[in-house]
């Protein structure tokens, strides 16, 4: 019989997938001991069983739960809705990975009418178990019954204003029955009818709830943004409630054992005392650092310290910590490994390898490499931000540096990003409504909340900067407007916010170039050790092959040649050479080119030294250089001194049905192959220069695109061969160069050992490789594909992520088949995938030689490359 509910002595931190990671952590911190108050787990499974049954709870997952219950009443002594001593359960989702903020909570669920005297009796307290009440009803009814927050918000602030309070923990004994009236009235008004007495079948309701909120919108986008499959489902907590609310030696808190911005190995977090749960993660109250909680209850302050470090030491990794504090008693109410930005993630993995806790493959396997994107990116350059003029300073939630106008909801930034416009999403304190602004802003700025507040931890997660609880803003959300020290600033406005120091400037800072250095240098040589897989770059330019080499690129996998046909100075005379009636002309053109061409190469060719650079031969269709408007076509004519009609003629005879699938990549040169000569001569001749100059040893790999037959490649290489023997001939110098082919059209892939005759090396061009097996137009599909996600036909975008079972299928076969002609053939990719690290773990797998990606993609995709080995390793023990 399948078991549903686990109680926490029956689990361990092993069974993430059936208890989620906060149940198993639970039982986990249950059995090494730790105080954690009592509880059971309701699995995914029952989740997922849940889902399968339209939503409905099977009678056997109901009575697991309810003699989970009992025997919870019997080891508290407590009673669901006894009037004496009553037990009061929270009832928490707990996902497989951690989603913080994006599922509900309630908590106190079995106060009604009745135990609330209970609760009174046993505390002493009737303020306290009145205020739960209200709590109780509160969030009962948001995650339960989808009643809007705000109309129980509005009820508590005309209550708080009948008596001028400021604090919620000011409302007398009267004022929170008289609330208590009023929100069950509220609840009776919405749903039709009273608010559930009956603890048992509130527990039932909010389990489900927990189960619903797992496809609410927000949990959906954080598990698209993040890659959880939405199969896993959520597991949920019940746990008997301890109370941070009960006076003066009560309180609640969340620690980091390590800071998660930066790594440094100290405690760090925030407590609030007299307070419940969620107000310290909600940002209500300003919370006090975890440090002054030596002076408030030293004894506690020094168990808790312990405690952390023996969680620490026993998950060998840094650890984000919930607690509580009842009456003086310490209680742990959750442990997980701590959500961390880039630089902290290097940080700690690099010190805990240096303390000896993990080995350099687990610090490898620490840092997501499409985390160190955060580290990747531009700061501000030092010079302007000297200029610039700080208008405040708020917490440095999550570094980074942004720049962008302001915007003051979700909404409007979302508008503005889609509109090309980089935005600042400025809120009071941000709610997990606001998750699509946060995602599509460039950085965060909130008025209120500390660093363990939502706008933090997500920001953080997300990678992207953050300025939290900066106090001295006064934000009008609804006139969207803020002031600062008597400055207002209006929608639309520029500001820059530094997410490494928590400084806000007005107006725009310019950026500067990251670099790799200290830890993240280290991390990176532990990985180049470990990898296997070589990483080159796709760069068209010295500029971008610097950037590339700095970053650690071991050669050029793919200069796309035709994106320096576009520049202003030779547009011209590309243009001229189409346009051209016969080869003469044509040939007149392009001996005009040839220079330009020649120089590029040089450029290039001694920015890579020794390193391979494979160099494309042109590929798009010739109509793409081409204008196309009757304006542009006259001034054209002007220019080159053509007939108007006669070139409007050509530009129509361009133009073609399907250019993706036209006359482009290799076929131009089965026409033109004056075309492919000339590169040909350029690298050659290029080379040839740069070994004279600086005596490098240049290495081109001339490579063809699109082909399909073998005979296309036969009669392009010949003619490569023919026209690089004549330069070397000419100029008496030998040059190695190789000659091979993209695999991008799926008969390449499937015809590989008659295409490996011809060629030396393989590049797999997985864009149009992708397009063509899919028949998924790359510059089209974006329209339909969200939908496809949304309807999860895909997990990922192929064109991000390699569709393994048939794209995958195709390289597999083009790889045996080439290697069945050639032993030593070459292999690499150079499509987009090149720096997607799950591709990258496939290519791995293949056996490729290098994966090429863009020059800032390189230090993900050697993270990437090394992980690759590190898991590959694990599975074949
Ligand atoms: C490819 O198709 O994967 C490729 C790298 O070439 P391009 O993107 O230039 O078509
Ligand atoms: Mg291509």
């Known amino acids: 019989m399948v078991k549903y ?30 105080p954690v108050p009592l509880g059971f787990t309701v699995t995914t499974e029952a989740c997922n069983k849940y889902y399968e049954d339209s939503k409905e709870m099977r009678q056997e997952i109901i009575d697991e739960i309810f003699i989970n219950l009992q025997e919870l009443e019997h080891k508290t002594q407590k009673y669901f809705g006894d009037i004496k001593n009553p037990l009061l359960v929270s009832v928490r989702s707990g996902a497989v990975f951690s989603m913080p903020g994006m599922m509900d909570t309630i908590l106190n669920l079995g106060l009604n009418d009745e135990s609330v005297e209970g609760l009174a009796k046993v505390t002493g307290n009737e303020r306290f178990a009145y205020d739960s009440y209200r709590r109780f009803i509160q969030m009962f009814s948001d995650v339960v019954l989808d009643i809007s927050k705000y109309k129980f918000d509005h009820i508590l602030e005309v209550e708080k204003g009948k008596s001028n309070l400021e604090f919620d923990t000011e409302l007398t004994l009267d004022s929170l029955i008289n609330i208590i009236k009023q929100y069950k009235e509220l609840v009776k008004k919405e749903t039709r009818k009273s608010f559930p007495q009956d603890p048992k079948e509130q527990l039932l309701m909010a389990i489900e709830a927990v189960f619903d909120s797992w496809n609410n919108p927000r949990a959906t986008i954080y598990r698209q943004l993040n890659d959880i499959p939405s199969h896993l489902g959520t597991a949920v907590n019940v746990q008997s409630m301890v109370f941070g609310n009960m006076g003066h030696t009560s309180g609640t808190g969340v620690a980091f054992t390590r800071n998660p911005a930066t790594g440094e190995k100290k405690l760090f977090g925030e407590f609030l005392m007299n307070a419940q749960g969620e107000d310290v993660v909600a940002g209500i109250r300003t919370p006090q650092t975890i440090e002054h909680l030596k002076d408030v209850m030293p004894e506690v302050y020094e168990q808790f310290n312990n405690l952390a470090e023996l969680l620490e030491k026993h998950y060998k990794d840094m650890q984000d910590i919930e607690f509580t504090i009842e009456r003086g008693s310490l209680y742990l109410l959750q442990t997980r490994n701590g959500k961390r930005t880039a630089a902290a993630a290097i940080n700690t993995a690099v010190e805990m390898v240096q303390e000896g806790i993990i080995n350099k493959e687990t610090a490898i396997m620490r840092i997501e490499p499409m985390q160190l994107d955060q580290l990747l990116h531009p700061t501000f350059d030092e010079k302007s931000l000297k200029q610039a003029g700080k208008i405040t300073q708020g917490l440095p939630a999550s570094p980074g540096a942004a720049t962008g106008r302001i915007y003051f909801n979700a909404e409007d930034v979302v508008k503005a990003s889609k509109e090309n416009e980089k935005a600042i999403l400025v809120r009071l304190e941000t709610s997990p409504e606001d998750i699509e602004g946060m995602v599509a802003a460039q950085g965060i700025l909130t008025a209120r909340g500390g660093m363990t507040s939502h706008a933090a931890v997500v920001a953080r997660g997300m990678g992207k900067c953050c300025v939290a609880g900066c106090g001295e803003l006064r934000v009008n959300e609804k006139n969207k407007t803020f002031k600062v020290n008597d400055k207002v600033f209006k929608e639309g406005e520029y500001i820059s916010l530094d997410g490494n120091t928590g400084n806000v400037y007005e107006g725009r800072i310019s950026t500067s170039e990251p670099a790799l250095s200290g830890n993240f240098a280290e991390l990176m040589k532990w990985a180049d050790e470990i990898r296997s897989l070589k990483v080159r770059t796709n760069a068209d330019t010295p500029g971008d092959a610097e950037v590339a080499v700095k970053f650690g690129a071991e050669g050029i996998g793919l200069c796309r040649t ?30 005009k080119l040839l220079p330009f061409q020649m120089q590029d190469f040089v450029g290039l060719f001694k920015a890579m030294g020794d390193r391979p650079v494979t160099i494309r031969l042109l590929d798009p269709p010739l109509h793409e250089f081409l204008p196309h408007s009757d304006d542009d076509i006259k001034i054209l004519a002007e220019q080159i001194n053509a007939e108007y009609q006669g070139l409007k003629e050509v530009v129509e005879e361009l133009k073609e049905f399907n250019p993706m699938l036209g006359h482009r990549g290799c076929r131009l040169a089965i026409t033109y192959p004056e075309i492919y000569e000339m590169q040909v001569k350029a690298i050659i001749k290029a080379a040839i220069e740069v070994k004279n100059q600086t005596n490098i040893a240049v290495k081109p790999e001339i490579m063809v695109p699109l082909v399909g037959h073998e005979k296309e490649l036969q009669v392009i290489r010949k003619l490569i061969i023919d026209t690089a023997t004549i330069v070397m001939e000419e100029s008496k110098t030998e040059i190695e160069y190789l000659v091979g082919t993209m695999i991008e059209v799926p008969r390449a892939a499937l015809t590989a050992n008659q295409i490996a005759k011809h060629a030396e090396f393989f590049s797999f061009g997985t864009n149009d490789l992708t397009q063509m097996t899919f028949a998924f137009s790359r510059d089209d599909s974006g329209k339909f594909i969200g939908e496809y996600r949304r309807k999860e036909i895909f997990e990922k975008d192929p064109f991000e992520r390699i569709d393994q079972a048939g794209v995958g299928k195709l390289m597999e076969i083009a790889v045996d088949l080439g290697k069945q002609t050639r032993a030593n053939l070459k292999l690499g990719i150079c499509g987009e995938h090149g720096g997607e690290p799950d591709s990258i773990y496939f290519c791995h797998k293949l056996g490729l030689d290098y994966v090429s990606c863009s020059p800032y993609r390189v230090p993900i995709a050697r993270l990437a490359a090394a992980r690759a080995a590190v898991i590959n390793k694990d599975q074949s023990k």
């Not at 686990?6 to 730790?34: P, Q």
């Not at 547009?571 to 009636?581: A, E, G, H, L, T």
């Open 5 to 34: 509910v686990y109680a926490f002595e029956e689990g361990n931190k092993e069974m993430k997938t059936l208890l989620g990671g906060k149940g198993a952590n639970l039982a986990e911190m249950t059995r090494i001991g730790l």
């Open 562 to 591: 035709e994106h320096m046909f576009f520049d202003e100075e030779r547009i011209q005379v590309v243009r001229q050479m189409i346009v051209s009636k016969n080869i003469e002309e044509r040939m007149i053109a392009l001996n």
